[in-house]
């Protein structure tokens, strides 16, 4: 059985409480925080939780919600609001849109190369039930060059066959899927798997 920890959350405007001095002492280490969708939309709480997680020593990450315009100026708003450093995980939200209109693979494929040309690396895709749907049984070129972030809330994580395996899992959403739902000074929250050690997931990130 490989090496697998639990220690990173996923984090938006819609999370309430956070403090992460009580969430690091409950084993947390890494923090993916909204920052930006589509064309408009910044996450108002992202900079201060920023400040905040890294005065802690946490990992920091930031992920786009990809919206149906074009990728490579998606990639743009979000690398102008970010402003990654180094030591920033960087990751694309694909996923169906409730509010509007959903990404496609090809504005997908303009926002990953976009960021990959600009950082020097390939960011995650996060992704479920769509990307699934949409890639089927082909593979493609492109996205296999993101590290995969799968979103799946049971008991057994189904990869898509475009990679060899996940690297990270969001098993839960704070109310399905598997226990533990919550981290101390946060609560119920999106919680994930990282395939590999604690020491891993800091030689990874960083």
């Known amino acids: 059985m490989a090496n697998i920890v639990n220690a990173v ?21 890494g923090v993916i925080h909204k920052a930006t969708q589509g064309l408009t939309f910044q996450d108002p709480t992202y900079r201060e939780r920023q400040k905040a997680a890294k005065e802690q020593g946490l990992l920091w990450g930031a992920y786009h919600f990809g919206t149906g315009s074009d990728g490579v100026s998606q990639a743009e708003y979000f690398l102008k609001f970010v ?3 180094t030591g920033d995980l960087l990751v694309l939200d694909f996923e ?6 959903t990404m ?40 296999a060059k993101c590290w995969f972030w799968l979103a799946q809330y049971g008991p057994t994580a189904v990869v898509p066959v475009n990679w060899p395996t996940w690297t990270m899992w969001q098993y839960t959403n704070g109310a399905q899927g598997p226990d533990p739902h919550t981290v101390a000074g946060i609560g119920r929250c999106d919680r994930d798997r990282f395939m590999g050690t604690a020491a891993d997931l800091t030689t990874f990130w960083g």
């Open 9 to 29: 959350v996923d984090l938006s405007h819609h999370n309430g409480t956070t403090d992460f001095k009580a969430a690091k002492s409950d084993g947390l280490m």
């Open 83 to 85: 402003k990654p450093g």
């Open 96 to 101: 169906h849109n409730p509010q509007g209109t």
């Open 104 to 143: 496609t693979l090809e504005e997908a494929r303009g926002f990953v190369t976009h960021i990959q040309e600009v950082t020097g690396r390939w960011p995650g895709i996060y992704g479920g039930a769509l990307l699934k749907e949409l890639l089927g049984t082909s593979k493609d070129p492109v996205l």
